[in-house]
């Protein structure tokens, strides 16, 4: 990464809470979800903004549809929209009184989301969801699986791990005190981590059920990314890059990398490339920060400032060279990493 | 940067009229914006306000002390109601009439994000005139309820005889003495005395008994107490006697169940040291947390020119400044203790000794 000249970018100021980001497959389409319950559609190319309406409230969930040209929102109106990257919308279903504030996709085609106690998954190319659940809380998070057979769900006590093509077996449980509210599979699906209420995270391995913690946060951890290799953990809740190690016998034991420390600000977002070893945090003041995993040195895109408020969504383009970004003040940005400003 | 948003905790128990006082909330024409975070769902005709339907869930710390419990389900519900573009006046959540008001009280001091977002203004028991007395004998949870509250509605006066009336509002004074009681029927009461309050009714620690300082102990709250002026009152009914209350507010009375809920006040007069008060303070909660439901004070710190509002739940602590004191103004420290088994003494004396030198 050369420092002497940064990526091109655009920037928008939608006005209202950025709570998503996402790109179409061909990242030529970049979706933000606002509190206003709007969809912006920005088209890279021309940098040209769509708005669609798609909430009455809030969108509380924002995801990339497996169809790879439309986005899904989930919001506090009970309805969990499609929107095209055309503008066309579509209601997938609508849960009266909810709040669809857990969403998960992937890939193959499957998606699902979660409200109360229960999850609804929608099969590839199904249009009625079915149900699985009651967990013993409210499910707070949801991932699937790397290869798309497995649904976790994140729980007061735990995690749950469901067989999506299964839905009637009894779910595997994977135990541990203290509210859960982040679930991410690492991409060789090796391991499950959870974030806790407690300002700790839990890893699992899942090949033989063992499991680790990882504390000394000051606040709790809302954002977790896996390096594609899996070879890193990164965490948002510090104000550097905090990224554990499950190279070799795994971190236990050992302290975290951390590099990239910048104003003392915490970050509040976090990202990892789809293919190569470089992560992005977002940060309470704004600031925006690209890290590399190799070198373990970083690149500041965008500088934090007291009046600037925090990032609250990141997406990285499939392809790897586009990032959306987005604040609670309404900022939202897309970087491209091959163009330089 | 955008104020925090007040939150006001509905508590009371079954039937003491929590749904008439949210009903009227919701009606009312006020010209304000509020999120209700009810129980259940239900239908509810708003055209302003938002209602949110949760179930209660409580969650434990993983820090190993049982009193240290949040309500998830607020944690996510305000986390929502932040991303939204409409501003709110204020929250209202109202709680399930059994329920223990700690945890939520807890809620809004641990979570890092609710803390930033919001403050937590008031904790507005809705009591039965009626029912009281009943209910203290068969639960736990009548009493906590009286106990955490800021604001007392003292409902349905209609259906008891002032005697009862007086009674009751004895009974509701021994077990927390700092509480602003209003008497209604059918929850009528106008909002603006029970929401947004917060700073005003820490602040009334102090202001209750504006002699604390010359006359240690003793409570002469009764004119605090109520809604409307003693001196223009003649309701044969109202205890407007000093003498009459000394009696049940004195600061270690004698609880007439071992496990029943009283109050201590312990004040220095003058400053404390602030890193002595922190460490005693801690140990004390730490110690005592169990028994203490709320703890709140006014201090006067050395060498701080504001008000440092200190109040707890349980174990868990939250402060911050308040007024800046006036030039001349007389500077002394009050602090406030409700709940079980305390020892006053002890409690007083450890509060003297955090004194400034």
């Given amino acids: 990464m ?36 709007a969809i912006k559609l920005v088209t890279v190319a021309d940098s040209s903004v769509r708005e669609i309406a798609a909430h009455k409230g809030a969108s509380l969930s924002f995801a990339a549809h497996p169809d790879g040209n439309s986005f899904l929102s989930g919001g506090d109106d009970g309805r969990l929209v499609r929107v095209a990257r055309d503008g066309e919308t579509s209601e997938v279903a609508k849960f009266q009184g909810k709040w669809l504030d857990v969403l998960a996709t ?51 006590g735990g995690a749950s791990i469901w067989q999506i093509r299964n839905p009637a077996s009894a779910p595997r449980k994977l135990d541990w005190k203290g509210s859960h509210i982040v679930v991410r ?34 606040t709790k951890v809302k954002a977790l990314a896996w390096t594609a290799d899996a070879r890193y953990l990164l965490s948002d809740a510090a104000d550097c890059f905090v990224c554990w190690d499950f190279s070799g016998k795994g971190p236990e034991g050992q302290p975290p990398v951390e590099y990239g420390f910048g104003d003392g600000r915490a970050m509040t977002a976090a990202i990892a490339h789809p293919d190569s070893p470089f992560v992005c945090g977002g940060f309470e003041n704004g600031a925006l920060r690209l890290g590399d995993m190799d070198s373990k040195r970083d690149l500041e895109l965008r500088p934090g400032a007291d009046d600037r408020k925090p990032i609250r969504a990141m997406a990285w383009s499939p392809d790897g060279w586009r990032i959306a970004a987005g604040a609670e003040d309404g900022y939202a940005t897309v970087f491209d990493l091959k163009a330089k400003s | 940067m955008s104020q925090p948003i007040p939150v006001t905790v509905l508590t009371g128990y079954l039937g003491a009229g929590k749904t008439t006082l949210l009903n009227r909330i919701l009606t009312e024409s006020h010209g304000k914006k509020y999120a209700v975070i009810i129980n259940e769902f239900g239908e509810v005709g708003i055209d302003n306000d938002i209602v949110v339907g949760t179930d209660e869930e409580i969650f434990e710390m993983n820090n190993g002390c049982i009193c240290c419990t949040v309500r998830g389900d607020l944690i996510r519900t305000i986390g929502g109601l932040m991303k939204r573009a409409d501003a709110l006046d204020g929250i209202i959540v109202e709680t399930t ?39 203290l004998e068969d639960s736990r949870e009548a009493e906590d309820q009286v106990a955490f509250a800021d604001v007392v509605l003292l409902n349905k006066t209609d259906l008891v005889s002032p005697a009862d009336l007086a009674a009751v509002e004895r009974r509701i004074r021994e077990i927390n003495p700092y509480a602003r009681i209003h008497r209604t029927q059918k929850s009528a009461i106008e909002l603006d005395k029970i929401l947004d309050k917060g700073a005003f009714d820490l602040q009334r620690i102090l202001a209750l008994d504006p002699h604390f300082l010359h006359d240690h102990g003793h409570h002469h709250d009764h004119d605090d107490g109520h809604d409307h002026d003693p001196a223009t009152c003649d309701d044969p009914t109202h205890d407007h006697s000093h003498d009459h209350h000394h009696h049940h507010h004195h600061d270690a009375p004698n609880p007439k169940h071992a496990d029943d809920v009283f109050s201590v006040a312990a004040v220095v007069d003058g400053p404390v040291d602030p890193e002595k008060f922190r460490v005693w303070i801690s140990g004390i909660l730490q110690s005592q947390g169990q028994n203490i439901l709320r703890s709140k004070g006014v201090l006067a710190v050395e060498g701080a020119e504001q008000r440092f509002v200190f109040q707890a739940v349980h174990m868990i602590a939250d402060s911050t400044w308040g007024q800046p004191w006036r030039a001349g103004e007389k500077r002394g420290s009050k602090l406030v203790f409700i709940g079980r088994k305390l020892d006053a003494e002890a409690l007083k004396a450890g509060f003297e000794a955090c004194k400034a030198a």
């Fill in chain 2, 97 to 135: 009439g059994l329920a223990d008001p700690a945890p939520v009280a807890q809620t809004f001091f641990t979570d890092d994000e609710v803390k930033a977002k919001t403050q937590l203004d008031a904790v507005v028991t809705v009591v039965d005139a009626k029912h009281f007395p009943l209910r």
């Fill in chain 1, 2 to 37: 050369s420092e002497a000249k940064l990526p091109a970018r655009r920037e928008f100021a939608f006005g209202a809470y950025v709570s998503g980001a996402a790109f179409t497959a061909d990242g030529e389409t970049a979706g933000f979800a606002l509190g206003s319950g």
């Fill in chain 1, 185 to 218: 599979y690492a991409p060789n699906g090796k391991f499950l981590a959870t974030t806790t209420q407690d300002n700790a995270i839990h890893v699992w391995r899942l090949a033989n059920g063992q499991d680790m913690q990882m504390a000394g946060y000051r």
């Fill in chain 1, 106 to 156: 992937h890939k193959s085609g499957g998606f699902a989301c979660a409200f109360g106690k229960e999850i609804r998954y929608w099969a590839p190319g199904a249009t009625e969801p079915k149900t699985l659940g009651p967990h013993p809380s409210s499910v707070a998070a949801l991932d699937f699986s790397p290869d798309g057979s497995r649904l976790a769900a994140a729980h007061y």
